[in-house]
């Protein structure tokens, strides 16, 4: 019984209220009277939103996921360093594509894959798994020989078979999943492979593990190769970073996407990371770079989208400004996916720099409703 009455209370409090607020607010545009996924659906852009599934806790907030977006984007549950949590006191033999056989961690902890999973499953959302290779947030002894921090970092051909093994380990948990959870619906929307690997110069991030043992994207090439092999056709391939309406980056993904291919292995979308001020970067330097990403062959999702206040410009009409730029844009890109549902969940950033869409009670602010007046703009 307290179940149905949480249920009534979380349709009651998302669609009745933000009807009042708009009333209230003078709001006089009909598009207030519907969620932002289906505002943008039928213009061909989804909405999504960056989320990990230990901040939906409750019924009436999952409900308002379910109802606005489209999909989630894992935000930081699925890094390796929490899914490789503990260095390995077992080891199996491990067979990579060379032939030859390698010793691997006897298993990963898969509990990360199964909750972001289960929770997508649960609100009826398809889920981002994102990120699989990152230039950090993987733990040391994983770049070691044996695994072991008193030894030489190991060479080329080992992690060349970890890279596949750790790869095969995560896409086997989903797929396992699967089988007993979602035969006949789909969970996975996307797999963001690779993320950041480039510095903003378009040069490879050196300082790091990776950068110690590779000086290419030799390693990336892998990752992309197992997962391609694998992928359902429904499910896109990603490659994301941030700060890429910087020219020299923005090559740099564009080369990345023809090696992928070159390589044999299939590349879908470039996932933008986006954390804006009302005023920086310049929006035709922005777009610029969608594109040229279009023009590539490649999709785009706006990722993590923030727009943080400047004085003089009311953030509201910010969102509104960007997102007609979006639509005009529709053509390449595939995805809007906010950084964050509510203030309350940012942890990472001053309260200043970052404008959410809705409040700390979940209610829509100023920002939701321009976001939605943008779409309509474009059905009149």
Not at 28 to 38: E, G, H, R, V, Y
Not at 262 to 289: C, V
């Amino acid at each position: 019984m307290k179940s149905i009455v949480r249920q009534f209370l979380a349709v009651f409090l998302f669609v009745c209220i933000p009807f009042s607020l708009s009333a209230a607010k003078n709001k006089d545009d009909s598009a207030n009277k519907t969620s932002l996924n289906d505002s943008y659906k039928d213009l061909g852009v989804s909405i999504g939103v960056s989320l990990d599934s230990a901040e939906v806790k409750q019924i009436e907030n999952a409900y308002i996921v379910q109802v606005n977006f489209a999909d989630v984007t894992s935000r930081t549950e699925l890094r390796a360093d929490k899914i490789l949590n503990v260095r390995p006191k077992r080891t199996v033999p491990f067979t990579a594509s060379d032939g030859l056989t390698y010793n691997m961690p006897f298993q990963i902890d898969d509990a990360p894959i199964i909750s972001a999973l289960n929770k997508a499953k649960e609100m009826h959302v398809l889920l981002r798994l994102h990120p699989i290779i990152w230039h950090e947030h993987l733990p040391a002894w994983f770049f070691y020989e044996d695994f072991d921090l008193a030894k030489n970092f190991a060479d080329k051909a080992t992690m060349n078979a970890r890279v596949e093994w750790y790869v095969n380990s995560f896409i086997d948990s989903v797929r396992k999943w699967e089988k007993t959870n979602a035969r006949a619906i789909q969970v996975v929307g996307a797999w963001h492979v690779a993320s950041e690997i480039y510095n903003d110069n378009g040069k490879l991030r050196e300082k790091s593990y990776w950068g110690e043992i590779y000086k290419d994207e030799s390693y990336v090439l892998r990752a992309y190769k197992v997962v391609s092999e694998r992928a359902k056709p429904e499910e896109k391939i990603v490659y994301s970073d941030s700060n890429l309406h910087l020219a020299k980056k923005r090559d740099a993904a564009i080369k990345l996407a023809g090696q992928i291919k070159k390589n044999g292995s299939r590349i879908d979308e470039i996932s933008m990371i986006s954390h804006l001020t009302a005023d920086w970067p310049g929006r035709k330097e922005y777009f610029a770079a969608v594109k040229a990403f279009g023009k590539a062959g490649l999709s785009v999702q706006i990722a993590q989208l923030d727009i943080a206040p400047v004085e003089g410009k009311n953030v509201a009409d910010s969102y509104y400004d960007f997102m007609t730029q979006v639509l005009d844009n529709r053509s390449i890109i595939s995805e809007v996916s906010f950084k964050c549902v509510t203030q309350s969940a940012e942890r990472f950033y001053s309260d200043v720099m970052r404008s959410p869409i809705l409040d700390t009670s979940f209610s829509p602010n100023d920002s939701y409703f321009s976001i939605i007046k943008a779409a309509e703009k474009y059905k009149k």
